[in-house]
């Protein structure tokens, strides 16, 4: 894969994280991410798991803002995500998965009913409420189930948000 490919790759994970769609990334975009999910799984913001969760959005922010926010305005325009994102990413992958390990850490406890794992379905229902269609997300769910227990392990969605971020085309 070329340079100008891989940095168009990356581009387009730049809306992902835009959720309000205004043309950064900035803290509001994590929260709005964390009310999401809580909202979609009826969990509330005071619980246990609710504190977790925008814990974990925080310091997924935190760890944007520090390898992309040139400028340290706050926010993360296109062009320093490319350029901030594309770098680290090249230079370590699983780096950049730790930076969101404990925003991820806390949607797992959200989305897992029983203690025993996320389900391929639950799964699918948080793509969802980040942004990604039903029809891919249900697909990136069931593939996320690795060895078909029919539960998700924290290791296989952090391998797979790595290779999301850094490598994989962005319709896959």
């Not at 994102?85 to 950049?96: E, H, S």
């Not at 996320?118 to 942004?131: D, I």
Request: aromatic share 8%; with cysteine.
């Amino acid at each position: 894969m070329d340079s100008a490919e891989y940095e168009r790759k990356i581009a387009a994970r730049f809306a992902t994280f835009d959720q309000d769609g205004n043309g950064y990334i900035d803290r509001e975009d994590f929260s709005a991410a964390a009310r999401a999910v809580l909202a979609e799984f009826g969990v509330t913001a005071r619980s246990d798991k609710g504190q977790d969760l925008f814990a974990g959005a925080e310091a997924f922010w935190q760890g944007m803002a520090g390898i992309a926010d040139v400028d340290g305005d706050q926010r993360v325009t296109r062009e320093e995500y490319i350029t901030g994102a594309a770098k680290r990413l090249r230079d370590n992958p699983q780096r950049f998965a730790e930076i969101a390990r404990p925003f991820l850490h806390a949607v797992i406890a959200v989305a897992d009913a029983d203690g025993a794992g996320p389900t391929p379905e639950a799964a699918a229902r948080v793509l969802r409420v980040l942004g990604t269609p039903a029809e891919l997300a249900g697909r990136i769910a069931a593939a996320l189930d690795a060895d078909g227990d029919g539960r998700i392990r924290e290791e296989e969605i952090l391998a797979a948000f790595a290779g999301y971020c850094g490598v994989e085309a962005p319709d896959a």
